[in-house]
């Protein structure tokens, strides 16, 4: 079983930081892709940001310039960096990884989230 371990959720302050942290283990095929995503309550889960294998990244509108997406192919592994965080960052947030499936196709996995609060 694929699974993605998310780390580093938890209470920010506004203004603050925080560094989520994702590792994608199991049957996982040649990774894409990966990043992450959020829900807040009542609204639809949006993209925060996402890392190709190529380094090529998106950002959320509403993340640009506070937020950093890293990663180590060699490692499985996705970093962002939340920096000056703000009372809407709060949200669960979920791993996300694009990885090669069967033929030429592209399975998606999620983590299980982990809940960010940033509040003073």
């Known amino acids: 079983q694929v699974q993605l371990v998310e780390s580093g959720g938890g209470l920010g302050q506004p203004g603050g930081s925080l560094r989520l942290s994702c590792t994608a283990s199991?049957?996982?095929?040649?990774?894409?892709?990966m990043g992450w995503y959020r829900q807040a309550r009542g609204k639809e889960r949006e993209l925060v940001a996402r890392?190709?294998?190529?380094?090529?990244?998106d950002y959320g509108d509403s993340v640009k310039g506070r937020f950093t997406i890293s990663s180590d192919n060699a490692k499985a592994t996705v970093v962002l960096e939340m920096n000056s965080l703000k009372p809407d960052d709060t949200a669960l947030y979920y791993c996300n990884a694009e990885a090669q499936g069967a033929t030429d196709s592209t399975w998606k996995y999620w983590g299980k989230g982990t809940p960010v609060t940033v509040s003073s």
């Open positions: 890392i190709n294998s190529g380094g090529d990244t």
């Open positions: 199991g049957r996982i095929g040649k990774i894409y892709a």
